[in-house]
Each structure stands twice: as structure tokens, then as C-alpha cells.
């Protein structure tokens, strides 16, 4: 989860966020042994290539993916044109761009799950949209074609597969478009016409035909409809609206739940792990068994009677000058022993010049497997290598201490031809033809010294300011590519009897964690300190005072400056600047300012920056969000934000909170001045709930909190002695996860009142209009007059999962809808109950609130006020 260092108050809190480094051969870091390598000579003999189309990271058919990467050993990859930013989080808090990057790392690790490679657009996932016409507009339509015919161009793949339909019947807007644009590029693609900007790179590609697989709802069979699913999976289970279209009779039906022996597994089996992956989306499912088909329909190009690769050579007679090079393939294939895997050495060495001469005539089928046999020759020989640094994080100007190991667990004659580092300056590690003896390891260590102009290692999609919903990506060789470039890559070159391969490895750290694994992570380069704030917005109530504390961490030794806040006119900063002296790498210094806002409402930007002494300035935090189930990787966030003066009062003084589904709320609301409390399983089920003035619970917490639906009539009680209890969302679907979630959410409140299922009911539009229908409610009144002002500015969307019938007793403060739909009332309940106040609230304060939108601020002090207020 992420753990966000904190500055609040007297603990310190940090943030992490793990990320990984990339294989082009994600088809096999899964297999190990006897499997891999007859995966790998299978593969060699294979030239048929796929490329699925999708919207977010978890839209893809998991089931088709591993029957054609695992099974039919089809060079298949996954095109997501978002990494899924605007989606929720099981997990923990990461919104927005670093919910992308954590998507981006289950997304990767779900690839190496199931075989596929994985590619991105420059979209950004704004979050739920009703309709492709609102989509493509924050897109913009030849934007995102651009990116999706560059990468057909780059990976030319033979078929193309749709997740969607390009209909309403998919539900989220964005998988509608999807599906038009992927139908779109499959032309564009092949037209010189289009983005001939890109020719200078590659060559117009037209596909053989494009394929959408079918959708099949849950229960009817199919991979669609359930755990290997993917878009089916995706619109069943998560809410995303997604519909049942009218049987459609498919061209052609996939075995996905067809049995592998040297796996061991279905490609079902494998289809689920590979979901499960998706861990912040809760797509951990349980292992399923037994036969299962996928229909595709055909969508466009040359019809398919009996698979989708009709009238597609898959060999090597398809690369001009390959049929030799196909014959030797077969033959090592045929040749291969599970107990001298490397007899099948000599006839690999002997087809790998003819692929690397193929290479010259711009082959790119002779390049893809020009990798593959390397590895391949890896595998039979037993042959591994690694880059491995003492540290994963270099400030620029540092000296990374690197141990180059290779070891040949093989009897081969084999040589140690040269290693050649790139990156930090080309590098030649002076090895030239060093034997390699049977299972001995061989080393040398270098040293190599960051440039003291290298900038950190932040994310290329995050290298710029976003221009609208879109990554401003300037390098067009990164557009499609998933994770970031390593910082050093180091190629290994080998010989055996005169005769070469290479294996490039990316420099790595490596450590174990005694309680939880062996981990690797990236190498990074990071600024010499970080300058960490509480939060990216402020918002503070006039005729107030705010002290917000900074952290200061040196990431080397004898970081010394000065740590000034630069705050917007009319705002008075107490003291302007303040010393820190940090000796130690890791060390930290807590700065507080007092910040005085301007009597007039209004909200302006602010920097904090620390000023070394060598005259050097560091305006950057460095973040790192930790999850066992990815590896780790380092997100740079600049030291600046928005400062908001608001007119604000709220009644309520200590509040407690239930966290559910990790969140930033309760920082949020520290900000309006009150102490906040997150409360345990100790003090809900016997605490003092009287001593707040209100209790909060968080996202979709009655559905993952034991403790919290176990307390529910403790809470009641509290209410009607006169506490007050403001619910946040909860979503319908949940209440499958158990009986005892099922009969909680039958007494959310102290009255009946019922979720909407789905999508139907929900504000997509961030600035749909809303209307106030009882103004003289206490939660439109007090403290803060609520007016149609307090509505402005907010971010995304208006709400989610609203209740849909609920009893008379409730008022209904508030109706609101998007464009050309019917009117909602269920984004906010709110009743008196004995002497304390209920709220139930769908409107989306977690996302509002973090946002620094001051109207939401007014209004969420209402309803933690609204005990209080009617007392």
C-alpha cells in the first residue's frame, strides 16, 4: 500500500510504489526448465503474430491471450490505450497517475503470467464516461489513432482482436472506443496516407483481419464470462455497465480451457493467475477447470471458416531466404532431450547467423526471433547472467559499485567473449574470451559514476505535464512501450566452439526481505534530497492560521541548504525559509510553516524548494509505493500545488474514521482543523464512540472491514445518542464477497434504503448541474450556506453507485444527472435519528477533496457537522 510520509502532526509517515523492469520475453518468465525451453524452441517455429485491443489494464481476454501465447506459441500482445487512472483502488491510495503506474506493474505482471507483451497509448483514464462522443473529445480521435496504428506498424501483427464491440451495449465509453479506433486503425494502418510522419520508422502494416471476441454473460459459458474474461469478467464483476448483446453466432470458437501437459496446466488455469494480477481491482479469483470456448466474430478483412488464423503461413517460409532457417529449427525441436537439453545448443548456433543475416534485409520477423534464439540458447546451455548494483538509487555524480556475474551450468566449451555496459557512458567491462568452467561462477566488478547532469528516473509518461487527458510524450519511440528504460543495460556476449549469442540483462538490485521474498528492483537515479509535502492542495479557512510541515530526506550524505515556501500573493508564510543539515543518507528534518490565507476567497499556486549550498535547487519528492505482488519502482512528484483561501466553518472537532478501501480522506478533513482518528477493531467494538463528534467510514468499507459491519448496531446507537455517522460509497456487487456483507448492506442505515446496481445511477460529468431541493436542510445550511458555486471545480465525476430506493424518512437534499439522462436523487441520504444525524453520500469526496476543491470542502464540513447543526 502506499505510505505516503506524512507531515502531519508528530509522525512521519512515507510513500512507495512498485514498479518492475520489462522483458520483451514476458511469454516465459513464468516457465523454468523442461517447460521453457520446449516453450521456447516451439516458439522459434511459430510466425504468426496477434495484437488485442482494450481500455484499461484489466479489459483484456486473459483466456484467449494464454490459449494463443501459452498454447498456440502466437506472438500475441495487448494494446491498453489507458493505464487505467482513473479507476478505484482496493489496495490502497493511489489515484490518478500513480494508480496508472501501479496498474501499469499488475498489468506487466499479469503478461508474464499469460505470454503476451504489453503496449499503451497516450490516453489518460479520465474515469467513467457514458458515451465514445464524451471520450474522444478529452482524447482527441487522431491522437489516440496515431498511437494505435504506430504500434500495429511496429508489432505487424497478422489478426487484430477486439475486446469491445464499439457500442452502448459495452458500457464505459472508453471500451467503446476501443473498439472503433482499433476498427479504424485496421485500415489507417495500412494507408500511407495516414501519420506519414511515421514512416521514417516503419512501414504501413495492413492486418489480415480484425476479430472481436464475443461476449458471454457469467454462467452461459465461455472465457468471457468469468474468471478468464477479461472485458466479459470486467463488466460482470466490476461495475463497469457493460450489457449482454444479442447472441451473435461466432466464426470461430477457441479451445481456451484446452488441458497442456509439459504445462501442467489449462490455459484456463493460466488465464486466471494471469487476472488475479490485477490485485488493486480486485480480480483475485478462485482457479477454474474443465472445458471452455471463446467465440470470435469477424469485424473486418478476409473471412475465417475454421481459425483465426486462416490463410496466415505461420513458418518460416513466410520470411524470404527462412526455409533453412526453418528446417534447422525443426530439426532442434524434433532433436530436443529433457535430460541434455544442450545437445540442442550446436543446432541452434548453426541457424542463428542465417537469422542474423535475414536481420540486414530489415526482416522484422528475423529480428523478433534473433532475441528469442538467445534466449533459447541460454535455456538448453544453462546459461545465466546478471547485472546486479549495491544500491538501487544514485544521486547524479555518485559511484554505483556493479557485479557482473555470468555462469555456464552446462559442459559445453563455452567463452566469455566480452561484456559491454550501456548507459552512464559507454563502457567495456575488459573481459575478451574468458573460459567459462562447468557451474562456476565468474565476476567482475566495476565502477561506474553517474553524470552529474542526469536527470531523475521518473516514468517517460510522466516526464511532462499531461496535456489535457493525454501523456505528452515527445520521443516517438516511446509511444506503445510499457515501463520505463532502464537506466544501464549490460550485454553479455558468449561463445561456444567460435560460434556467438548475447544476453542484454538491465542493471538490477536485488535483496531479500526475511519476512516476505526475494525482490528485485530497478536502478534509479534521484535527486540529492526530497522534499515531501503533506499534500498537493491546501485548503484553509479564512481567518485561520495552518502550520503545514515539510519533510526534508537527504538521499546522500551532508545535504545542507536552506527549505523556502514560496506561497501565492496575499498569503503570509511564517518563517519564509528555514536551515536543514542532514548528515546521513536517509536522514530527515521536519520543517514547519505557519501559513497565514488572504481575508478574500481565492486559491493560487505555491512552491516549497530547497536550496543546497552548492547552488543547486531541489523543488521534487521522491515516492515509492510498496506491494509484495510487483516489483519496485520510484515516482518523482514536484514540491508544488495549490493553496485555496476559503470561507469555511465546521462544527464537528474530532472525528472518527473507518478507513475501507485506502484513501486520503482523513487528511482531508485535518485540514479543516479537526483531529481525526482511525479507529480499530478495539475501539469499534468497545471503544468511547462519544468522544467524536463524528464517525466517517471510508470506500467501500462495510464490504471489507469485518469489524465495521460487526459494530454496525454499536454505531446506530451512537447516532441516536447523538453522534453522527456519514457513510461514504459502498457498491452493490460487493455484497457477493460474503453472507455477512450481504446482510450488512441490508442495514447501512437506521433505516431501509437500497444501492443502484451498476452503472445506472451515476454522475460521469464532473460538472453536470446541480440542483438543491431542500434548502432549508441542515446540510444545506449550517454551517456553510451551500449554493450552486460549491459545485464548481470538481474533478472527474459528480458520484458513484448512488442509492436508488430508500424510506420516506430520508431527505434528499440534492438531484442531480448527467446530460440527457433521467434525474438521480440517491447521491446523498440524510436523516435524523434519535439525537445524532445519518448521511449516507455517494458523491465522490475522495476524489474532490484531495483535489483541493473548496466547494466540496464547505460541503463535507456539513456533514460532519450535521449532528451538531441540528442539535
Known sequence: MTLREKVCGAFVCVIALMGGIYSLRGADQELAGTPAIRFALDKLTTLGSVLMIGAHPDDENTGVISYLARGRKIRIGYLSLTRGEGGQNLLGNEQGEYLGALRTQESLAARKVDGASLYFTRAIDFGFTKTATETLAKWGHDRILSDIVWVIRQQQPDVILLCFSGTPADGHGQHQVSALLGREAFDAAADPAKFPEQLKWVKPWQAKRVMQALFVPPGAGGASGGATGGSGARGASAGTGRTAAPAEQASVNLPVGDYDAVLGKSYREIAVASRSQHKSQAMVQLTSFGAQTTGLALRGGAPAKNDLMDGID?????????ARVGDLLARAEREFSDLHPEKTVSALLEARPLIAALTKSGQAWAEWKLEEIDHAIALCAGVRAE????????VPGATAEIRLTAI?????????????????????????????????????????TVPKDRPASQPFWLRNAPKGDTYDIQDQS??????????????????????????????HYRYADPARDEFVRPVVVEPP???LLPSRNFVVATGTVREISVLVRAMATNQKGDLAFEAPAGWKVEPASASFDLREAGATQEVKFRVTPPQTPGAGDFTVVAKLQDGSQVDTAVNVIDYAHIPAQTIFEASRGRMAAVQMRVLAKRIGYVMGSDDKMPDAIRQMGCQVDLLDQKTLSSGDLNVYDAIVTGLRAYAVRDDLRAAQKRLLEYVSQGGTLVAQYNRLDDRR????????????GPY???????????VTEEDAPVRILEPSSVIVRTPNVITASDFEGWVQERGIYFADKWDMKYQT????????????????LYVRYGKGAYVYTSFSWFRELPAGVPGAFRMFANLISAGKAAQ
Do not use: C
Request: charged content about 20%; hydrophobic content about 35%; proline content about 8%.
Open 813 to 828: 437534499p440534492f438531484e442531480t444527472h448527467d446530460t440527457g439522462e433521467k434525474e438521480l436523487r440517491g447521491a446523498l
Open 737 to 748: 464477497i460474503s453472507p455477512s456483507v450481504a446482510d450488512a448492506f441490508d442495514h447501512l
Open 529 to 531: 534530497v526530497s522534499v
Open 478 to 507: 516511446l509511444i506503445g512501450r510499457p515501463d520505463t528504460v532502464p537506466e544501464v543495460t549490460v550485454r553479455f556476449d558468449f561463445s561456444v566452439d567460435g560460434r556467438p549469442f548475447s544476453i542484454t540483462e538491465p542493471l
Open 752 to 762: 431501509p434504503f437500497e444501492l443502484s446496481q451498476g452503472n445506472t445511477e451515476r
Open 387 to 394: 547485472a546486479q548494483a549495491n544500491s538501487f538509487a544514485y
Open 408 to 448: 555456464n551450468r552446462s559442459q559445453l566449451p563455452m567463452t566469455l567473449s566480452g561484456i559491454h555496459v550501456n548507459g552512464w557512458g559507454d563502457a567495456d567491462a575488459g573481459v575478451k574470451d574468458h573460459p567459462l568452467a562447468y557451474n562456476k561462477e565468474d565476476t567482475v566488478n566495476l565502477k561506474l
Open 314 to 322: 505461420t513458418t518460416w517460409n513466410r520470411v524470404p531466404g527462412g
